[in-house]
């Protein structure tokens, strides 16, 4: 599976993005999929995860902000970004779990398999 992130960009505080993630080599439909997102001098954290069925999982800092969905006809997986703060400004990743996941959701790098290059979202004040 290769994956594409885009979307990323300069937005003011309190505005929205979309992130996408293309795939492409096999279907995903049904594969756990994961946003994670890394700011300067900082680790590398999870933001979302969306399970095999369509169950979701967010950190606790994006809660109620950030939706996690797929469209499997397309292969894409999206990360619907709202009220952006500051503190969002970071290199986002998303990432695939090979195989049938089922409703398992993930929350660790180490659990996905496949990553798309980053995407940068910068958030001004």
């Known amino acids: 599976v290769q994956l594409q992130a885009s979307g990323g960009g300069l937005v003011e505080a309190g505005g929205s993005l979309t992130l996408s993630c293309a795939a492409s080599g096999r279907p995903f439909g049904t594969s756990a999929m994961g946003w994670f997102r890394q700011a300067p001098g900082k680790e590398r954290e999870f933001v979302a995860t969306l399970s095999g069925t369509g169950g979701s999982y967010y950190t606790d800092s994006v809660k109620g902000r950030f939706t996690i969905s797929r469209d499997s006809a397309k292969s894409t997986g999206y990360l619907q970004m709202n009220s952006l703060k500051p503190e969002d400004t970071a290199l986002y990743y998303c990432?695939?779990?090979?195989?049938?996941?089922?409703?398992?959701?993930?929350?660790?790098?180490?659990?996905?398999?496949?990553w798309g290059q980053g995407t940068l979202v910068t958030v001004s004040s």
């Open positions: 990432a695939v779990r090979g195989g049938y996941s089922g409703s398992n959701l993930y929350t660790h790098a180490h659990h996905y398999h496949y």
